[in-house]
């Protein structure tokens, strides 16, 4: 039965949505991203309460199609992935999520976190997710 976790990947939170054989994308918290301490544990932690069998990131392509130096970040974290969990691993572009997750749960885009709860990375994973799961 496969456990799919839905990853946002971000350097102050990694927004986190999973999904199990029903194919529902749900939301489901953050974590510390990866430039703050226990990101590796908090994500180890996930993956083996919800016997999580594939990972699905997003990826951030530029509105014109071009992957830029945020995209390198996410093929490093990727590669840590991989080597980490020995999972697979999805990308999946991004473009749009955040700003779909801000409007999904009311938040505002003016200035970078303002959502310090998490909600709209967990619903911006919950969204690339579901496009994995759509595909």
Not at 10 to 38: E, H, M, S
Not at 66 to 80: L, S, T
Not at 84 to 111: Q, W, Y
């Amino acid at each position: 039965m496969p456990n799919y976790l839905g990853i946002d990947y971000g350097t102050k939170r990694i927004g986190l949505a999973w999904a199990d054989d029903l194919l529902i994308a749900l939301p489901a918290g953050a974590i510390p991203g990866v430039d703050c301490q226990g990101c590796w544990e908090a994500l180890t932690k996930e993956i083996t309460t919800r016997s999580i069998t594939e990972l699905v990131v997003g990826y951030p392509v530029h509105m014109d199609g071009k992957v830029g130096k945020r995209a390198q970040e996410v093929d490093d974290f990727i590669e840590q992935l991989k080597s980490r969990f020995n999972l697979p691993v999805h990308r999946v572009d991004e473009r749009l999520t955040s700003s779909a997750a801000r409007e999904t749960v009311g938040g505002k885009s003016t200035s970078k976190g303002v959502d310090k709860s998490g909600r709209i990375d967990s619903t911006a994973a919950s969204l690339i997710l579901r496009d994995f799961l759509n595909g």
